[in-house]
């Protein structure tokens, strides 16, 4: 009897054992079998992985930080899924869809063009915008061809495995003569400025690459389109798991219809101008009924930091036109357009209140200008300064190395502004510190407030004149105060009078 019951406990143990490995087994397999998706590893992550390309069109460094056209967009899909964008550089076209079918990266989104043969390695979006390819000839050098059959027997460049050869290929079918030059290491930029130069009959560039950069090459002008209009999109891994990417065709729909994708498009597409005639019948207008108001604090404030008033009024006048209320697309804001992060490292908690603002902006600009090497002097350290306040000490630094390295003098304005525009194009800031910037950006911010300086000169001493000449009655002050009647008598408000549109002397314009 003992026997028996020590086999049956024997055997009912080997059973349980049996039983629980099973389960656990089970367990394991089920548990492996479940595998999260991609949308699903990004939010665990807590990361987005993107593979782009620093550039004009894509993303560089601005005065704040990251910027660009394909940097907003993606910051705003990485904040929409509360993750880090994290972006890694990447130079060839070609190298960054091996990357993305490889699976090093979530996605790219670099400018990427929808062609057929890329279609069949990686998985697109929805476009979010739609380009052409044009054609571009020097306007002064020769009339504009009208056809492709006016291309045959010319030079005509294109960026080498671009989707412009694609093109260019599809027309040799019904223009078997057509020929070109592929150029590898070169941008559109570098393209526009041979064709400004007179260096190459013609070059094919993206629409969206010829309006960013058409008012530095004015001579490359457009002469007629060789494609339909093509979309770009982000690209994605082919998989059959497309929980990424129907997030980001989610996003794409949304900042469409609520609007913001139109005006991210307008923001970095629309070029900076420079002070025209136009410019500057606005600016009479203002002087006589903005800058009033301001003048008291705008004298303050420079007199705190040690600055010329006039010129801290000018500085105001380029960023938003003496309104109080001004605002950009990218979020700067008020008189001085101080970005959040600038307003909190000056101590301004209110950028639309007119007078932290002109304080929080004098102590910005005191700052950039004790940043400035004590070997720049004199006025070039004052228009570096400038120019630092519109792109950012980095890039104005790059360009003042690429100017020694060049064997110009980096202490000397009219120097540096030369190399400034190089940050632009590929081989040169490829090799700097902080990457591509719209150089030519801080030139003509430079220039422009410059100009609005000597105009706003112009304007005090002339009202200063004209106060000399009439100085104020005794009827004009309240016999119990002495003080001007109805408020202070200010110099800057000169009477219709003496002062109108037409006494401008537009020569005054001129490039500085």
Same mark, same amino acid.
């Given at each position: 009897?003992?026997?028996?019951?020590?086999?049956?406990?024997?055997?009912?143990?080997?059973?349980?054992?049996? #039983?629980?490995?099973?389960?656990?087994?089970?367990?394991?397999?089920?548990?492996?079998?479940?595998?999260?998706?991609?949308?699903?590893?990004?939010?665990?992550?807590?990361?987005?992985?993107?593979?782009?390309?620093?550039?004009?069109?894509?993303?560089?460094?601005?005065?704040?930080?990251?910027?660009?056209?394909?940097?907003?967009?993606?910051?705003?899909?990485? !904040? !929409? $899924?509360?993750?880090? $964008?994290?972006?890694?550089?990447?130079?060839?076209?070609?190298?960054?869809?091996?990357?993305?079918?490889?699976?090093?990266?979530?996605?790219?989104?670099?400018?990427?063009?929808?062609?057929?043969?890329?279609?069949?390695?990686?998985?697109?979006?929805?476009?979010?915008?739609?380009?052409?390819?044009?054609?571009?000839?020097?306007?002064?050098?020769?009339?504009?061809?009208?056809?492709?059959?006016?291309?045959?027997?010319?030079?005509?460049?294109? =960026?080498?495995?671009?989707?412009?050869?694609?093109?260019?290929? #599809?027309?040799?079918?019904?223009?078997? !003569?057509?020929?070109?030059?592929?150029?590898?290491?070169?941008?559109?930029?570098?393209?526009?400025?041979?064709?400004?130069?007179?260096?190459?009959?013609?070059?094919?560039?993206?629409?969206?690459?010829?309006? =960013?950069?058409?008012?530095?090459?004015?001579?490359?002008?457009?002469?007629?389109?060789?494609?339909?209009?093509?979309?770009?999109?982000?690209?994605?891994?082919?998989?059959?798991?497309?929980?990424?990417?129907?997030?980001?065709?989610?996003?794409?729909?949304?900042?469409?219809?609520? @609007?913001?994708?139109?005006?991210?498009?307008?923001?970095?597409?629309?070029?900076?101008?420079?002070?025209?005639?136009?410019?500057?019948?606005?600016?009479?207008?203002?002087?006589?009924?903005?800058?009033?108001? $301001?003048?008291?604090?705008?004298?303050?404030?420079?007199?705190?930091?040690?600055?010329?008033?006039?010129?801290?009024?000018?500085?105001?006048?380029?960023?938003?036109?003496?309104?109080?209320?001004?605002?950009?697309?990218?979020?700067?804001?008020?008189?001085?357009?101080?970005?959040?992060?600038?307003?909190?490292?000056?101590?301004?908690?209110?950028?639309?209140?007119?007078?932290?603002?002109?304080?929080?902006?004098?102590?910005?600009?005191?700052?950039?200008?004790?940043?400035?090497?004590?070997?720049?002097?004199?006025?070039?350290?004052?228009?570096?300064?400038?120019?630092?306040?519109?792109?950012?000490? @980095?890039?104005?630094?790059?360009?003042?190395?690429?100017?020694?390295?060049?064997?110009?003098?980096?202490?000397?304005?009219?120097?540096?502004?030369?190399?400034?525009?190089?940050?632009?194009?590929?081989?040169?800031?490829?090799?700097?510190?902080? @990457?591509?910037?719209?150089?030519?950006?801080?030139?003509?911010?430079?220039?422009?407030?410059?100009?609005?300086?000597?105009?706003?000169?112009?304007?005090?001493?002339?009202?200063?004149?004209?106060?000399?000449?009439?100085?104020?009655?005794?009827?004009?002050?309240?016999?119990?105060? @002495?003080?001007?009647?109805?408020?202070?008598?200010?110099?800057?408000?000169?009477?219709?009078?003496?002062?109108?549109?037409?006494?401008?002397?537009?020569?005054?314009?001129?490039?500085?």
């Amino acid at each position: 009897m003992e026997i028996s019951k020590r086999k049956t406990k024997r055997n009912f143990s080997f059973s349980h054992l049996f #039983k629980s490995l099973l389960l656990i087994g089970i367990c394991m397999m089920l548990e492996r079998s479940y595998q999260p998706d991609t949308l699903e590893q990004v939010l665990t992550e807590g990361q987005l992985r993107v593979i782009s390309r620093n550039g004009a069109t894509t993303y560089y460094e601005g005065s704040d930080g990251l910027t660009g056209f394909e940097y907003s967009l993606l910051k705003g899909f990485a !904040d !929409d $899924l509360g993750v880090e $964008l994290v972006i890694e550089d990447e130079d060839s076209f070609n190298h960054i869809l091996h990357l993305v079918t490889a699976g090093d990266h979530h996605l790219a989104a670099a400018g990427i063009t929808v062609t057929p043969a890329r279609s069949k390695k990686v998985q697109f979006t929805t476009p979010y915008m739609d380009v052409t390819q044009q054609l571009i000839y020097n306007a002064r050098q020769q009339p504009a061809p009208t056809t492709v059959a006016d291309l045959i027997g010319k030079d005509l460049l294109v =960026i080498a495995e671009s989707a412009h050869v694609e093109q260019l290929l #599809k027309l040799r079918e019904t223009y078997p !003569d057509l020929r070109w030059r592929e150029v590898q290491e070169l941008e559109m930029i570098d393209l526009m400025e041979i064709i400004h130069s007179g260096k190459a009959d013609y070059a094919i560039v993206d629409s969206n690459s010829f309006d =960013i950069n058409k008012h530095a090459f004015p001579r490359a002008q457009v002469a007629f389109e060789i494609s339909e209009a093509q979309p770009l999109a982000w690209a994605f891994p082919k998989s059959s798991d497309t929980s990424l990417l129907n997030a980001a065709e989610a996003y794409l729909e949304r900042i469409q219809e609520n @609007g913001t994708l139109a005006k991210t498009i307008e923001y970095f597409y629309q070029p900076v101008g420079e002070v025209t005639t136009v410019d500057a019948l606005f600016l009479s207008y203002r002087l006589e009924n903005r800058l009033p108001g $301001l003048t008291k604090t705008l004298k303050e404030a420079a007199a705190a930091y040690d600055l010329d008033w006039e010129l801290l009024a000018a500085i105001s006048y380029q960023e938003s036109h003496w309104n109080p209320k001004a605002k950009s697309r990218t979020g700067v804001r008020g008189l001085m357009m101080l970005t959040l992060a600038t307003a909190g490292e000056v101590g301004v908690s209110n950028r639309n209140d007119p007078e932290q603002s002109i304080y929080g902006g004098a102590k910005y600009f005191r700052n950039l200008l004790d940043r400035i090497p004590e070997r720049v002097t004199g006025e070039d350290r004052v228009f570096m300064a400038l120019a630092a306040y519109n792109v950012g000490m @980095g890039h104005l630094e790059d360009a003042r190395v690429l100017t020694e390295s060049h064997g110009d003098d980096p202490t000397q304005w009219s120097d540096v502004r030369k190399y400034l525009p190089l940050l632009a194009k590929r081989q040169y800031y490829s090799k700097t510190k902080h @990457g591509y910037a719209r150089g030519w950006e801080p030139v003509t911010y430079v220039k422009n407030v410059r100009n609005y300086h000597k105009i706003l000169a112009w304007y005090v001493t002339h009202g200063e004149r004209r106060l000399a000449a009439n100085p104020p009655r005794e009827e004009d002050y309240e016999s119990d105060t @002495g003080e001007p009647a109805g408020g202070q008598i200010d110099i800057l408000a000169p009477s219709k009078s003496t002062f109108t549109h037409s006494s401008f002397n537009t020569s005054s314009l001129s490039v500085l």
